[in-house]
């Protein structure tokens, strides 16, 4: 039996980026109610708002001191209430960003912690000894150097797996969870329709804390092996679903990194004794380097995509459930990374042939703002133009620290890579600061904001936005999206300009047909008689052949 979220499309709003209502060069609240009409236009079912919460913003919002109130540059929770009442009143549910692997250091909780061993909030997070004059073990922070900070006031370290401003909860404390879960009952009790999980497989550490494998030469280990999918992370899953989730209709992501098919089965099995599904990164790391990871020029190989993707659809069906994306707030544009940006024509086919490759696969997919207008990777080209800790921090450490490349390289992979590719803000017309603001923003506008916009998207029949408006309208309508089986057309597994594959239930067949290439095409698949085209990206049918970055999907 279809779930009532399965198939529903989430859109993802970055609330500092999106429309900033009172121009102080920072989006807000208000200014994302101001545009709901157009979310409705679109036709999303879902409003994922990344972390609204008081915070410092170290991390963009992701560093939490009150979970329990707004961030002053986002509004009131007055504001948020009204927000969450007009998106309901629209029929648009909201999915609150749930951030509980770690905490800010300023949030009450480990100011407390820190105060004193004895404190009795001292193991609400990680603190341990050092060894030898050094930190506990040798684990590298996510946004380079250790990940143990030293506090000179209880000699003890604490653990942050991200900036030393994040320390990590410590999930074995049981006072801990409880205090999670009641804030979470708290927020459903304010109406909210779900949780996307941050890092949520990151919260049960191995207690030993071992050291993790290192390569000669480098001063600490990647954690992840270590600290993705800990010893105790399904019960502690389960015990949150069992105190939170269970028979509430709410629906739930958890942000994955490193889960594997078999573990997926266990996080978004269809028992829902856990979450409802994941969001995995296989596909994001195959355009990155062995030695370099994604500060790269490299592109994706289709065999590469479709080997994933099928990989995914095929071990989840009908025992997991998926999500569908190829942006977010942490990845770079998908038309600059996968497609084709180099001109208006390319990148509007080959945006399209994207969303059209994900879009009709299993799963429930996530719009990033902005991707259904085609924005682009801002390629900004100085490093001052540069926001995101975690690409300030790779730039000095590459550059400065092991002089691996040089500058004018390491400036080109931040334009193909940055964070900050996804967080410029949204380009809502051809105004000063693309109608996100009368102000300059906190984050340089894309300078291509008077091409690519929201208001000439809306005034072209057949742009990318009406594009996106008919895959959701086709998903709700057509129950084999959702329930189909998945399969690569035979004869298909290693073209690497070509991508076939079929959704199929016992009433409906659909082939869907991808050029994943800059050039002309023939091909020998098999278009039945009584097809018919749902969707394509060209205006006409050319039988035998797929044009640069042709998408046709045929229902029959």
Same mark, same amino acid.
């Given at each position: 039996m279809t779930k009532w979220w399965q198939n529903k499309v989430i859109y993802q709003v970055y609330p500092s980026s999106f429309q900033d209502s009172n121009n102080d060069g920072i989006g807000d609240l208000n200014g994302i109610t101001s545009r709901l009409d157009y979310l409705h236009k679109l036709g999303i079912d879902i409003l994922w708002l990344s972390p609204i919460y008081e915070s410092p913003q170290v991390d963009n919002g992701y560093d939490i001191s009150n979970y329990r109130a707004i961030n002053p540059d986002y509004g009131t929770m007055e504001d948020f209430d009204k927000l969450q009442k007009k998106a309901h009143s629209l029929g648009i549910k909201i999915m609150m960003d749930l951030v509980v692997n770690h905490t800010s250091d300023q949030h009450e909780l480990f100011k407390e912690s820190k105060s004193s061993k004895d404190n009795k909030y001292r193991d609400f997070y990680i603190w341990r000894d050092g060894k030898n004059g050094k930190e506990p073990n040798n684990w590298e922070s996510f946004f380079t150097g250790s990940a143990w +900070? &030293?506090?000179?006031?209880? =000699?003890?370290?604490?653990?942050?797996? !991200?900036?030393?401003e994040q320390p990590d909860l410590n999930w074995e404390n049981p006072k801990v969870r409880e205090s999670v879960y009641d804030m979470m009952n708290w927020w459903v009790s304010k109406g909210v329709d779900g949780f996307r999980m941050d890092v949520i497989n990151y919260i049960s550490k191995p207690q030993s804390l071992p050291d993790g494998k290192k390569a000669e030469g480098v001063k600490y280990a990647n954690p992840e092996p270590l600290v993705a999918n800990g010893p105790r992370i399904h019960e502690f899953l389960q015990e949150m679903n069992k105190n939170v989730l269970h028979g509430k209709n709410l629906v739930t992501v958890g942000e994955t990194p490193a889960v594997t098919t078999d573990e997926a089965l +266990? &996080?978004?099995?269809?028992? =829902?004794?856990?979450?409802?599904?994941? !969001?995995?990164?296989?596909?994001?790391g195959l355009d990155t380097d062995p030695v370099?990871?994604?500060w790269t020029d490299g592109k994706a190989k289709l065999?590469?995509?479709?080997?994933?993707?099928s990989?995914?659809?095929?071990?989840?069906?009908?025992?997991?459930?998926?999500?569908?994306?190829?942006?977010?707030?942490?990845?770079?544009?998908?038309?600059?990374?996968?497609?084709?940006?180099s001109n208006?024509?390319?990148r509007v086919l080959s945006a399209k042939m994207l969303a059209t490759m994900l879009h009709f696969q299993q799963g429930t997919p996530f719009i990033f703002q902005g991707e259904e207008i085609g924005m682009t990777n801002a390629y900004f080209d100085k490093l001052e133009d540069y926001v995101d800790l975690d690409s300030i921090n790779a730039y000095h450490?590459?550059?400065?620290?092991?002089?691996?490349?040089?500058?004018?390289?390491?400036?080109?992979?931040?334009?193909?890579h940055s964070r900050d590719?996804?967080?410029?803000?949204?380009?809502?017309?051809?105004?000063?600061?693309?109608?996100?603001?009368?102000?300059?923003?906190?984050?340089?506008?894309?300078s291509n904001y008077k091409e690519i916009n929201v208001e000439k998207a809306l005034a072209d029949k057949n742009s990318i936005f009406y594009y996106y408006q008919k895959l959701i309208k086709l998903r709700h309508e057509l129950p084999v999206i959702t329930d189909g089986e998945y399969a690569v057309v035979p004869g298909n597994e290693k073209d690497e300009n070509i991508f076939a594959y079929t959704r199929k239930d016992k009433d409906t067949t659909l082939l869907i047909l991808l050029n994943y290439a800059d050039k002309t095409l023939q091909h020998k698949y098999k278009i039945p008689s009584d097809s018919e085209i749902i969707i394509s990206n060209y205006s006409d049918e050319e039988k035998g052949i797929l044009r640069p970055y042709e998408a046709k999907v045929y229902k029959y």
């Amino acid at each position: 039996m279809t779930k009532w979220w399965q198939n529903k499309v989430i859109y993802q709003v970055y609330p500092s980026s999106f429309q900033d209502s009172n121009n102080d060069g920072i989006g807000d609240l208000n200014g994302i109610t101001s545009r709901l009409d157009y979310l409705h236009k679109l036709g999303i079912d879902i409003l994922w708002l990344s972390p609204i919460y008081e915070s410092p913003q170290v991390d963009n919002g992701y560093d939490i001191s009150n979970y329990r109130a707004i961030n002053p540059d986002y509004g009131t929770m007055e504001d948020f209430d009204k927000l969450q009442k007009k998106a309901h009143s629209l029929g648009i549910k909201i999915m609150m960003d749930l951030v509980v692997n770690h905490t800010s250091d300023q949030h009450e909780l480990f100011k407390e912690s820190k105060s004193s061993k004895d404190n009795k909030y001292r193991d609400f997070y990680i603190w341990r000894d050092g060894k030898n004059g050094k930190e506990p073990n040798n684990w590298e922070s996510f946004f380079t150097g250790s990940a143990w +900070k &030293y506090d000179k006031e209880t =000699d003890q370290y604490y653990l942050h797996l !991200f900036a030393p401003e994040q320390p990590d909860l410590n999930w074995e404390n049981p006072k801990v969870r409880e205090s999670v879960y009641d804030m979470m009952n708290w927020w459903v009790s304010k109406g909210v329709d779900g949780f996307r999980m941050d890092v949520i497989n990151y919260i049960s550490k191995p207690q030993s804390l071992p050291d993790g494998k290192k390569a000669e030469g480098v001063k600490y280990a990647n954690p992840e092996p270590l600290v993705a999918n800990g010893p105790r992370i399904h019960e502690f899953l389960q015990e949150m679903n069992k105190n939170v989730l269970h028979g509430k209709n709410l629906v739930t992501v958890g942000e994955t990194p490193a889960v594997t098919t078999d573990e997926a089965l +266990k &996080y978004a099995n269809l028992d =829902d004794s856990e979450l409802n599904m994941v !969001f995995q990164f296989e596909h994001m790391g195959l355009d990155t380097d062995p030695v370099m990871g994604r500060w790269t020029d490299g592109k994706a190989k289709l065999s590469d995509l479709r080997a994933n993707f099928s990989k995914w659809q095929e071990k989840l069906h009908g025992k997991a459930w998926n999500s569908l994306y190829w942006n977010n707030h942490d990845q770079p544009r998908v038309v600059s990374r996968f497609g084709n940006d180099s001109n208006e024509e390319k990148r509007v086919l080959s945006a399209k042939m994207l969303a059209t490759m994900l879009h009709f696969q299993q799963g429930t997919p996530f719009i990033f703002q902005g991707e259904e207008i085609g924005m682009t990777n801002a390629y900004f080209d100085k490093l001052e133009d540069y926001v995101d800790l975690d690409s300030i921090n790779a730039y000095h450490q590459i550059v400065d620290e092991e002089h691996k490349i040089d500058s004018k390289t390491m400036l080109k992979y931040l334009g193909l890579h940055s964070r900050d590719n996804a967080r410029t803000p949204m380009q809502w017309n051809s105004s000063e600061y693309a109608g996100f603001s009368k102000k300059q923003p906190w984050e340089k506008v894309n300078s291509n904001y008077k091409e690519i916009n929201v208001e000439k998207a809306l005034a072209d029949k057949n742009s990318i936005f009406y594009y996106y408006q008919k895959l959701i309208k086709l998903r709700h309508e057509l129950p084999v999206i959702t329930d189909g089986e998945y399969a690569v057309v035979p004869g298909n597994e290693k073209d690497e300009n070509i991508f076939a594959y079929t959704r199929k239930d016992k009433d409906t067949t659909l082939l869907i047909l991808l050029n994943y290439a800059d050039k002309t095409l023939q091909h020998k698949y098999k278009i039945p008689s009584d097809s018919e085209i749902i969707i394509s990206n060209y205006s006409d049918e050319e039988k035998g052949i797929l044009r640069p970055y042709e998408a046709k999907v045929y229902k029959y």
